[in-house]
């Protein structure tokens, strides 16, 4: 069998797994979803979980720590992040005793090519996130068979109809937080006393890197703040460039 061959074999699989995966666990609580998928696919290809700790980013996490502190968790570290974020990133595992953080840079020579002075954000964003968060996140993922977000179908008219499991390329990506809202988070927060992102009390509801990300005034759409002025609403790593960036991995 060709490559082409195992890599269509490979996705039809994931998709399948994804479908069955919903049907049995799509609509338990979310602790529940993570426990069952890290049992599911701990000797099965691995998991792990993607955090940008950002404004939402300590309720996946917290989560995660009850089921297996020693997950990988990975960041991107992209080179554009504020300094409160990389700081938060350091006190919030150390609060929630994560043991696996796995930090992922973009690759040297991308950037030496593109982006030698780290303007490019200002003439082309979509080429930027490619370089510094698309290419990374795959290589992030790559490893594993399937991974947690903490994406929420609030979030985004795109994330409207996300089931809680999904089939990208030959893995599979696991939202259990998909049915939560904003107040769910809040609760949970305040409940749990957990670490907050310290630019969310300076109106910054949804956090990315420094040049592209701004604060929010009461009641707007917390992603307003993200490449506000531009028709751009993602980064990448959630859409097909990801599909594309792990097909060619694969
Ligand atoms: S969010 Fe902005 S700075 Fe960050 S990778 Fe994308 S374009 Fe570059």
Known sequence: MDEK??????EALAAEEAARLEAA???LD???????SAERFAADGGIATV???????????HLIAQVDPALPVAFLDTGHHFGETLEYRDQLA????LENLVIVHPQDEPLARHDPDSQLHKVDTDLCCEIRKVEPMARAVEPYAAWFTGRKRHQAQTRAQMPVFEAVGP????NPLARWTTQ?????MRAQKLRE???????????????CTQPVQPGEDPRSGRWAGQTKTECGIHLPQLERSLTSAA
């Open 5 to 10: 061959q195992k890599l269509r074999n490979a």
């Open 25 to 27: 666990y799509g609509e």
């Open 30 to 36: 979310a602790g529940e979803i993570i426990r069952l």
């Open 51 to 61: 955090s940008s700790f950002g404004a939402d980013s300590a309720v996946l996490l």
């Open 94 to 97: 150390a609060d929630l005793g």
């Open 171 to 174: 893995r599979i990506r696991i």
């Open 184 to 188: 769910d988070q809040a609760d949970y």
């Open 197 to 211: 992102n310290p630019l969310v009390a300076f109106g910054y509801l949804s956090i990315g890197c420094f040049p």
